[in-house]
């Protein structure tokens, strides 16, 4: 027999069938048969038993029924660009990028938060060295420590190898690496998968080296302990492998910087176009580039609140109107460098911003572009007075901007005549210094000190705030003369101001958790008390009369320390996001000050850093589920998709009729989703169940019998049917089906229709997928045999010919039957002839398509032995994956399923008679979730397993009983990396 279980790959647009001939003896089964599919060999895993069942009418046979699928995440494009970039990142060329960066490195080039003494100084922290006391140790063993490196310029970087402290106990067992261009706004160096943390040693002398995923870019590293050896101390020392680098860089100044490119006169059309740019900016919004043709066309890239839309205009005035045609990105505002290409193939582009890919159709008149003008950082051109399409221009800077192989800046250095810039634009990135912190937790709070005495000038505090979250403390403080509170807070994401005791409430403002900068001031001046937000962006102003406040000891940021007692009492959550640009008194705080701790107290920050991190881009959330996030996590609304679970991954409905008779559904409308978590949406069919069979029908147009209506001057009457499935749907649902059939019948009177036996067709039908394909056989008759169903079966009005029609009689007749090809189906059109000559008359009808049997829903296979097994190509779910099966079977114990990674593995087994558990490992550690059944599972009747997993949690389902859950770390590991085949039924 063969067993036949469908796979949905997440890498590929299609989904791939395995053929595996199942032996009756019960021993390993042959290689699968693969279609669409690479097979990947890999080896067996750790014995295990095998599952061993019985039917009634085999006591030694297992019957196992299942269905797995892996599922997709954002679109099929954007997964493939990132491989694509992986591939790209890694290999970088041919250039060897391994060399040793910080052995030759002077001890200047150093420092560190503290030092246990000056042998400790962290410029003995080099890799195999034992100078000093053999490497850097701080003077206290805690999670605020750090070590950092300046490399003395921009440099790739690799690798990273640790070693703990020559001769001693003291290791790091886990820590963060961050990077950065200036020595200031750093940047945790993240996994492909998210995860933050690097492994570190388990000893003092072992080396442990990292190859970095990601490619950094960076001048400054900064590594910081999580995890040190319990019987010691933090010690360190440390090795950074890559290359140099070297780049071109321009500063834009956000006023009238800008360079236009022009190219040579008679330059000509082109049919392909790359441009290629890296950017950093402290604004999230202004003109990063245009491209003009000549005849006024536009093409614009814009950042928009943190995010990158590419534009397109048909006109150079704001009348003209702008087309949105993609939008990639978040958070692009944080000062660090980001990479831009765009790729125009014809009337295709892929735009891509640091991993993300969007494939894009342009307008048609793009397909062959004629650059004009192509213009770098400014709304209006140099000498154009142009409407500005645009509110800013934009503020930062551009590295290695090419087009079309063309190195803008460096021909901008050589004063090429194509390229013109403005005098104020430099060939050097000139940045200003914005030092955030960031708070972290329920524990985090920033203590500043107040005013001794009530100032006469009152109180001014003023900062900037990022979140994802609608609820926190910003600030608070005591008013001990007036014996009450202040309180600044989010709430529903609004600004709130509450004076304790004075019952006076301020609101202000609204969506404060949109992830962008928003500035608050909070003045108290001649008894007036104003609040204003957002001032640069036009914000709201709130102001109370007759109320004058002032600090007398403490300001509080973000939350309060655990005894603060009396002077800081919140009813409010702790506050989790970045602040910057803190004043108080009109004095700006120097942050960096509060981290060497020479200003204030602070708890659980992390200085000089953003930690924000935009969870929705990409969306993680599938078939269109509305993505939201908060600081620790994001949420998926599946309202409407027909999707549930954590990432809107599972149809909520069945993959076909049979499946709803199964349920003990009657006859009715239905929806059902043939690919179940795949990309092709649920459709709206009838089903009809029979006694015999399960009939799905998709209606079209047209299904009643309709009389031929001759168009003057045409030969021939051309009919269209439109279903009410789309393309991929009709096709997954035929596919899918184990029989398909339409009706298709013609009624005549003196019009012919095949005009057998000899002459040409005067009419036929198209079918199939697409358009279909050209048929000159009519229903109840075979393929390419030219005849209708009478000349099939030898019973034609006149035997000279194969259709009752083509006897061109003056009574009606019929020519009438069932297409039953299912690659011929459904019936796109139909193109009838002879129909204009004097008394010709035809009548058609076309019926809806009506498919039964459902092909993978009843795909048993049957073990009856511990050596029995099928084994398939390695199991790709990435990132989500589900797997349903039935089964029945009289062992109280095995193995459904398992596939084996390097250290990642999934596995579904029997564990006893009254418990499935569903396991899995994606580098985190274990993870497990199980049901227990009351009722025992070797019962030999059918039980339904349901299992899904992705990057928050997993699931498994037990028949009807309630649905187990366990969820996934926050910020671990989340890919799943498989590389042996997937084994069923033993291992």
């Not at 003995?124 to 805690?142: H, T, Y």
């Not at 114990?893 to 499935?916: A, P, T």
């Amino acid at each position: 027999m063969n067993v036949r279980v469908w796979v949905t790959d997440m890498e590929l647009p299609r989904r791939s069938l395995l053929v595996l001939p199942l032996p009756s003896a019960g021993l390993a089964v042959t290689p699968p048969t693969l279609v669409g599919l690479e097979e990947i060999s890999g080896v067996a895993g750790e014995d295990k038993s095998s599952l061993r069942a019985c039917l009634p009418a085999a006591p030694s046979a297992c019957a196992f029924i299942m269905d797995v699928e892996a599922g997709r995440v954002c679109g099929i494009t954007a997964g493939a660009a990132l491989l694509l970039l992986c591939a790209f990142g890694t290999n970088a060329g041919a250039e060897v990028c391994d060399g040793p960066l910080v052995a030759s490195l002077l001890p200047s080039s150093f420092r560190s938060s503290s030092q246990l003494s000056s042998s400790h100084a962290p410029g003995f922290a080099k890799l195999n060295r034992r100078d000093g006391a053999g490497g850097w140790s701080p003077l206290i063993s805690d999670r605020s420590q750090w070590l950092e490196v300046d490399l003395g310029e921009r440099t790739r970087i690799t690798a990273i190898a640790t070693q703990g402290r020559y001769g001693s106990s003291d290791w790091l067992t886990s820590y963060l690496l961050m990077f950065s261009d200036t020595g200031h706004n750093w940047k945790q160096y993240r996994q492909e998968d998210s995860a933050g943390s690097f492994p570190g040693n388990s000893n003092a002398d072992s080396v442990v080296q990292h190859q970095l995923q990601q490619l950094v870019i960076a001048r400054f590293l900064r590594l910081i302990p999580l995890d040190w050896n319990p019987s010691g101390r933090i010690g360190l020392r440390l090795e950074t492998y890559g290359c140099p680098y070297t780049s071109d860089v321009m500063s834009f100044d956000g006023s009238s910087s800008a360079l236009v490119y022009r190219p040579d006169p008679g330059s000509g059309e082109t049919s392909r176009d790359v441009l290629s740019l890296k950017f950093k900016t402290l604004r999230n919004s202004g003109m990063l580039l245009q491209v003009e043709e000549q005849d006024g066309r536009v093409l614009s890239l814009e950042l928009d609140k943190g995010k990158l839309l590419l534009l397109f205009r048909r006109g150079r005035t704001l009348s003209s109107g702008a087309t949105h045609l993609a939008s990639l990105g978040g958070l692009l505002d944080d000062q660090l460098w980001h990479h831009v290409t765009v790729e125009r193939h014809g009337s295709h582009l892929n735009l891509t911003v640091d991993k993300l890919t969007e494939r894009v159709q342009i307008p048609t008149e793009f397909s062959h572009l004629e650059v004009e003008e192509l213009r770098v950082g400014s709304v209006d051109g140099l000498t154009s007075q142009r409407p500005a399409f645009s509110k800013r221009n934009f503020h930062g800077c551009l590295e290695n901007l090419s087009y079309n192989n063309l190195h803008l800046i460096e021909l901008a250095k050589q004063k090429d005549h194509r390229v013109t810039v403005t005098s104020n634009v430099t060939f050097s990135c000139g940045e200003s210094v914005s030092v955030a912190m960031t708070f972290i937790g329920p524990q985090s709070f920033l203590q500043l000190p107040g005013r001794t005495a009530t100032s006469p000038q009152g109180l001014s505090v003023g900062f900037q705030f990022r979140t994802w979250n609608k609820a926190g403390l910003l600030l608070t403080f005591n008013l001990p003369q007036q014996g009450g509170a202040v309180w600044l807070y989010l709430s529903e994401a609004k600004l709130h101001l509450q004076i304790h005791k004075t019952g006076k409430v301020i609101s202000t403002g609204a969506a404060f958790n949109d992830g962008q900068w928003h500035s608050v001031e909070l003045c108290s001046r001649q008894g007036r008390l104003t609040v204003v937000v957002d001032r640069e962006e036009g914000g709201g102003t709130q102001t109370i009369s007759s109320l004058h406040l002032a600090v007398e000891r403490n300001i509080y940021f973000g939350g309060c320390p655990a005894n603060a007692s009396q002077e800081c009492r919140s009813p409010f959550s702790a506050f989790q996001g970045c602040m910057r640009s803190l004043t108080v008194d009109n004095q700006d705080i120097d942050l960096i000050m509060v981290q060497q701790k020479q200003l204030g107290h602070y708890s659980n920050l992390l200085i000089d850093m953003c930690g924000i991190i935009d969870r929705c881009s990409p969306s993680r959330c599938e078939h269109g589920g509305r993505c939201s996030q908060s600081w620790t996590t994001f949420h998926c609304n599946c309202s409407d998709t027909g999707y549930s679970g954590a990432t809107c991954h599972s149809s909520v409905f069945e993959r076909s009729c049979e499946a709803y008779k199964h349920n003990g559904n009657t006859s009715g409308y239905f929806y059902i989703d043939v690919d179940g978590s795949g990309p092709i949406k649920p459709q709206l069919v009838y089903c009809n169940m029979t006694e015999q069979n399960t009939w799905m029908m998709i209606q079209h147009n047209n299904t009643e019998l309709t009389r031929v209506q001759p168009s003057p001057g045409a030969d021939q009457h051309l009919v269209h049917f439109s279903y009410s499935s789309e393309e991929e749907q009709l096709l997954a649902a035929i596919s899918q089906s184990q029989h398909c059939e339409q009706e298709l019948s013609y009624q005549c009177r003196k019009s012919r229709l095949l005009n057998t036996p000899e002459g040409s067709p005067f009419s036929w039908w198209l079918g199939g997928p697409g358009t279909g394909r050209v048929q000159t056989y009519w229903g109840g008759a075979h393929p390419g045999s030219r005849q209708c169903a009478c000349g099939l079966q030898g019973n034609c009005v006149d035997l000279q010919h194969y259709c009752n029609c083509d006897a061109d009689r003056g009574e009606w007749t019929e020519d009438a039957g069932l297409l039953t090809q299912k690659e011929s189906l459904p019936v796109r059109s139909l193109v009838l002839g002879d129909v204009h000559r004097p008394g010709s008359e035809g009548v058609y009808r076309v019926g809806p398509l009506r498919c039964h049997g459902d092909k993978n829903f009843w795909n048993a296979a049957f073990f009856d032995k511990e050596t029995s097994y099928l084994h398939f190509p390695t199991f790709h779910g990435e990132l989500s994956a589900d797997i349903s099966f039935l089964f029945k079977t009289t062992a109280s114990s095995g193995v459904f399923l398992e596939n084996l990674g390097i250290k990642d593995f999934i596995r579904i087994e029997l564990s006893s008679s009254s418990r499935v558990v569903f396991s899995l490992d994606v580098g985190n550690g274990p993870l497990e979730v199980y049901v227990n059944s009351s009722a025992p599972l070797n019962n030999n009747r059918w039980h339904r397993v349901r299992a899904e997993r992705n990057i928050k949690e997993a699931t498994l389902r037990l028949d009807d009983l309630p649905v187990a859950t366990q969820a996934a770390p926050a910020d671990g590991h989340f890919s799943l990396q498989l590389n042996s085949q997937l084994f069923i039924a033993s291992v």
